[in-house]
Each structure stands twice: as structure tokens, then as C-alpha cells.
């Protein structure tokens, strides 16, 4: 397996430099793409009041809603339920709130990370297809990423809420998540934290096993601007917007 990998990492111009590599090598491409990096390899913005990229990716779509479709948000031409989206009876706080999309490369890095510092309330994995999520899928297939396998992370930040979604995509077997949460093919799995998890920036939320999709959700006033537009490259740990005064959480 690892001279497939090795070949298969070169024709994506994937730099493994940077990757902890395993001294057998990969034994499979699951392992190629949910590889670690190196201690240092991304630079994590410092400023306080700042949010960051949770992975490598293109910015694929910046989203601020004005609620008029209560209970849904528009992306890319398409209405998706925030209910079925998010697996949260309470989601339609997130109506008149801000969305990010950013899509993953195959060649791109393939863990999540935390945005801001926060509080885990919920974790949750919704079973579902394994649609491919290229930009071209989204066009296609209507609801396509509320039709997704997908896992949902639920956080506080002061008194403002977020939701990051990891959305599966063709050929993905699982979704690792360092949380111990049970996943059934059949039925939606919940796991609650009390006390709450504390969360800080650029923690490991979970890794995809092939490219996919992380949509980022903010209830209105959490995100003061955002400072990277559509069709952006962006590192995780890179500088994506600020939060507003006095949301920081101290962790």
C-alpha cells in the first residue's frame, strides 16, 4: 500500500515534509489522508479577538443571513433546513446568523480544528450518503449537504453560539473524532457535556478520511467582520475574521 499512497501523494503535489509519516509508512489511504503534521507546520494567528481557519481549504462560500426563510439558510442557489442541517430541534437561532464553507482538497490536510476558543455543549453524528462534495456536487445535488453523513459540533462562545460541521464525502468510511462518540449507520448518536468541554484555538476537533467540507454556523453578533472572501486558499491557523467585543473566551 504505502508505494500506491507515496505515488498517489505525488500526483497531488501533497508535500510530506510536513507530515508525521509513519516509520512502515501509511497502510492505507484513509491513514494518507488523516495524516498528523509536524509540530510547527501551521502558523496559528495570536491575535485575541481573532478566529481562525479549522483546515486547509478553499473558501468556498461567505454567508450572512437576514432570517427571511425562517428555519432555513440559502447557499449556493439551494435552502437547507438548519434543523436537518445541524440535527438541533433549536437551530433556528442560527437564521439571522453568519455561515462559512470551506472545501477540502485531496491533497489538502485533513484535520479539523477549533476556530476560537469555546465551550463543547453537544456532539452529534447524523448518518447519512456519501455524496461527493466538490463544488460541482453542490451545484448538482439538491440538500446535499443535509443528505450527508456528517458529525456536529455544538459550542458556546460567551453568549453567542456555533455549529461546525464536518460533511462526509464519496468513499469516506468515518469521520474520527478524539471524543469517544458512538456512531450507528441507522440512527442519529448524541453525546452531551456536562460540565461543558473546554475548547481552545486550533485544538484537534476530528479528521476526515478523503477531501470534504467543514460549514462553519454563528448566531448573529458572534463575528464582528470577515476578512477572507470566496475562492480564498486558506491554512488552518490562518486569520479568517474577528469576533465581536467581549465574546472571547477565557480558557
Known sequence: MEPAVRLYALGLGVDLREAQVPEAGFSSFGDFFARPLKPGSREICQEPAAFISPCDAVLDGVYRFDGTRSGH???????????????????ERFACGDALVFYLHP???HRVHAP?????TTLRHIPGFRYPVAPWAERRVPGLYEKNERVVFHFEVGTH?????????????NI??????????????????????????AQELGAFRLGSTVVLLATPGLFADIVRHPGDRVLMGQKVGRISAGSEEKI
Open 73 to 91: 439558510i440559502r447557499v449556493k442557489n439551494f435552502d437547507y433546513s438548519l434543523e436537518q442541517l445541524t440535527g438541533d430541534p433549536a437551530s
Open 107 to 109: 491533497r489538502d490536510y
Open 116 to 120: 476560537l476558543n469555546a465551550r463543547l
Open 161 to 173: 453560539h456555533m455549529c461546525l460541521i464536518m460533511v462526509a464525502a464519496f468513499g469516506v468510511g
Open 176 to 201: 474520527d473524532t478524539p471524543f469517544g462518540l458512538a456512531t450507528s449507520h441507522d440512527v442519529i448518536s448524541s453525546q452531551s457535556f456536562d460540565p461543558v468541554t473546554p475548547i481552545v484555538r
